[in-house]
């Protein structure tokens, strides 16, 4: 069953594009809130918004946008090059986002927040799990994102991360920033994911006939057919529900 905070299509906007705006618009449809948590860590080496800052722009763009599905907390990637870039430890950057997302729902429980398993290895992914279980933090009722994916130079290591948690936890999980090889190995574990690979396609060809832009790396009509695309390809009974561009 999909899960309660998992929409099966809708947009997946960044917290770092929605905080400068003066106005917002509003929703015509459902979408997912990313924090921004890569930008934030690549470029400060930690995260510069305080918690209860973050929860007042999410509840801002609650508000005034309409219609958000959930939002992600602000975790911390394991990625080498981030552990580097902070000088922790990947225990300390899982602890980092166990403790924030208990700080998120202290704060402002109504949100529907989406907590973030985090890890390099395997072991790693189950150590975090553990650390929210024990601190009997909500997992069931929602989406439970699987994050420092996107950037793994083997797609099969990272479905296998994904297939492995699904099976082992239970857990609806959110895919962040799947590459279509992995999607393509691992789909049917998740309840939905993300991905910019449609835009990074649309920069390498030709816009589509009658637009008037070079490419259509911004172009919704791009999006949604490379959505339909991908979703065709993947396993003829699949689990995921949804997929955010």
Not at 74 to 92: F, H, N, R, Y
Not at 194 to 215: E, F, K, V
Request: proline share 5%; with cysteine.
């Amino acid at each position: 069953a999909a899960a309660r905070h998992a929409p099966p299509q809708g947009d997946f906007l960044s917290r770092r594009t929605l905080a400068p705006r003066r106005t917002l618009p509003r929703a015509l449809g459902s979408w997912a809130l990313d924090s921004g948590a890569f930008s934030e860590i690549r470029l400060n080496g930690r995260w510069q918004v305080p918690a209860k800052a973050y929860v007042a722009e999410v509840q801002r763009f609650a508000r005034d946008i309409g219609q958000m599905e959930w939002a992600a907390i602000q975790d911390w990637m394991c990625e080498p090059d981030m552990i580097k870039k902070t000088g922790l430890s990947v225990a300390q950057h899982q602890s980092l986002t166990i403790e924030n997302y208990a700080r998120l729902l202290d704060i402002a429980p109504e949100i529907p927040w989406v907590p973030v398993l985090q890890g390099w290895s395997f072991s790693d992914y189950l150590r975090c799990l553990d650390g929210y279980q024990r601190r009997n933090l909500p997992l069931a009722d929602r989406s439970v994102g699987v994050g420092s994916i996107c950037r793994r130079g083997r797609e099969k290591e990272a479905a296998g991360i994904v297939s492995g948690l699904a099976i082992q936890s239970g857990l609806s999980l959110h895919g962040f920033g799947m590459k279509l090889l992995a999607l393509k190995r691992a789909g049917e574990y998740l309840a939905s994911a993300d991905s910019m690979a449609w835009s990074y396609n649309a920069r390498r060809q030709p816009a589509l006939p009658g637009h008037s832009h070079q490419h259509c790396s911004n172009c919704v009509l791009w999006a949604l057919r490379w959505r339909d695309r991908l979703l065709a390809s993947l396993s003829v009974n699949p689990r995921q529900q949804g997929v955010f561009s």
